[in-house]
């Protein structure tokens, strides 16, 4: 049974979680040629106060790239 373990910065929609789910699920199965059913997904979501790069938390990072507005 393979499990994929996915980590990712919490924020997205339900819908693209949903989507990414089905996605991975179907690369794994067709990758591996297994059934969809022995696929299990585990997706953690993160707030992005406890997510740093470089030592910064991103979720500063984030909020800079906001205010500076479009590039």
Do not use: C, F, Q, Y
């Not at 067709?30 to 696929?39: G, H, K, R, T, Y």
Request: net charge positive; no cysteine; charged share 25%.
């Amino acid at each position: 049974m393979p499990i994929v373990m996915i980590t990712l910065l919490s924020g997205r929609s339900r819908r693209a979680k949903k989507l990414l789910l089905r996605s991975v699920t179907d690369a794994v199965a067709a990758s591996l040629d297994a059934p969809n059913e022995s696929v299990r997904v585990i997706l953690n979501e993160v707030p992005a106060e406890h997510w740093a790069v470089a030592g910064k938390p991103i979720g500063a990072r984030r909020r800079r790239r906001k205010a500076a507005g479009p590039a």
